[in-house]
C-alpha cells in the first residue's frame, strides 16, 4: 500500500502478470500496472452485490492528481447510486470494430501509440498502419461488435488475408495512383499483427477485458534472405557505370553505389542531409532512423564520395531534387524500376543491397555486433547510444566491406593491403590512434588501417 504519488507511477516496473498497486488514502483508488509497461487509473467498488472496477483513463493523459480527484467524483456518484462501471459497459458493447479503428487511428495521428523503443510510430507506419486497417481489416470484420470477437475470429481474418480475400486495387492519394492489394502469409501476419495492437488498445480503453488475438498461431513472416553474389555485384556495377552515361540517371545511381556501400536503408540514403555527414568522424549521424537517432560508421570510399560531393553542395540535402524548394530527391523509385527492369537482377531491390552489405561483412569475418553497428540494426542500438567518436575496430570494418563491395562493383580485385584484417595492421592502427588522442589531436577520424 501506499499513496500513489508521481514518483510511486514512474517506479512500478512491470511484472509476469498485471498487478494493481492500491492508494492508502483513498480506498478504492488504484494504479493498474500491465505487463507491457503501460499504467492506468481505476477504482474498485461494490454495486448490486458485486465488486466492480472502473478504468478512469491512462498514466500520461491522467496524471496522479487529475485521477484522484476524478476518483472522488465517481465515488460520489458511487454514494449515490450510479453504476459507472455498467455505464461504460453498455456505452462501448455496441462498439464496432470499424469505430474502435476510427479511434486507434485518430491517436495514432496524434502520436500517442507508441512504437519501438517508447517512440510514436513514424510518418511512414502511420501510413503503411492506415493502409493495412482499411484494406484488410474492415472489409473483413469491420461491422463486428469488438466485445464479440474471439480467437477464431482472428484465425478467420489470418486465413481470408492469405487466401487473398482483399486482394484487389486501390485508389492512393498520389495523382493517377493506385496500389495493388495482395495477401499472403507475409500480409496475413504482419495486419493480424496489428490488429492485435488494436485490440490491446480497446483493452487498454476499457473497451474489452481480454485481447482474443492474445496466444494465436500465426506463419512465419517470409524472411527476406537474397543477397548478392560476387558476379551479381559485378553485374550491378556494369549496368550503374551504363546508365549513369544518361544524365537523368546520374543521382539515381549515385544513390544506389552508397546504398551498396554503407548497407543503409533506402530513405536513409536519400532524405540525407548534409547536417548529417560527419566525414571528419567517418560516420552519419542520422537524426531520425528506424530506430531513431543512429550513428553510422562509414567507410572510406563513401567519405571521399561525400567530400567530393560537398564542394558542389546546394541545399540542405546531399541528393536534392530538382526543384527549387530545397526538397530531396524524388525520383529514385521510378529511376530504380527503369533501370533493373527485364535485367538478370530484376528481383534486387534496396533491402537486398542492405542485407548483401551485412551478409559480405559476415564473409569477411565480423562479428554480428559490429555488422548491427555499421547498418544501424535494432541489435546494436544499445551500443550506438554510446558512440560518439567511433573507434578503430567499427572504421576498419566499415573500411573493409565498403572497400571490398567497391572493388566488386569496378570488376576489379580486393587489395587486402589497403584495408588490412590481420591482427598486426590493426594493432599498429590502434596504437597510432592512441597516440593520437594523447596528443589530443581529436578533430579528425581515428587512422585508417592502411600500412
Known sequence: MAKITKRVVDAAAPGEKDYVIWDDDLPGFGLRVFTSGKRSYVIQYRAARRSRRYTIGLHGV???????????????RIAGGDNPAEERQLDHKAITVKELC????????????????????KPTTVGTDTGRIHRHIIPLIGTRRVRDLTKADINKVLKDIMAGKTRGSVKTSKLRGRAIVRGGAGTATRTVGL?????????????????????????????????????????????LRETAEDEKYAMTVDIIRQIALTGCRRTEMIKLMWTEADTASSCLRLADSKEGASVRPIG???????EKRRKHRAGTYVFPGPRMDDGAFGSFANHWEQIFAG??????TPHVLRHSFASIGNDLGFTEVTIAALIGHSKGSVTSKYI????????????????????????VEFKQTTYALDFESRKAALARFLLQAAGGDTGTAPSRLAA
Open 300 to 306: 572510406l570510399p563513401v567519405v571521399e564520395y561525400l
Open 343 to 348: 535485367s538478370s537482377l530484376a528481383d534486387v
Open 102 to 121: 476510427a479511434l486507434y487511428i485518430t491517436d495514432l495521428g496524434a502520436g500517442l501509440i507508441l512504437g519501438k523503443g517508447g517512440r510514436p510510430k
Open 388 to 411: 560518439h567518436t567511433i573507434d578503430t575496430a567499427l572504421i576498419m570494418a566499415a573500411d573493409t566491406i565498403a572497400g571490398y563491395i567497391q572493388g566488386l562493383l569496378e570488376g
Open 62 to 76: 491522467w496524471t496522479p492528481e487529475t485521477a484522484r480527484q476524478e476518483a472522488k467524483v465517481q465515488f460520489g
Open 195 to 239: 490488429l492485435g495492437g488494436i485490440l490491446t488498445y480497446a483493452v487498454e480503453a476499457g473497451i474489452i477485458e481480454h485481447n482474443p488475438a492474445h496466444g494465436l498461431r500465426k506463419p512465419k513472416d517470409h524472411v527476406r534472405d537474397r543477397r548478392l553474389t560476387e558476379d551479381e555485384y559485378r553485374t550491378l556495377g556494369k549496368m
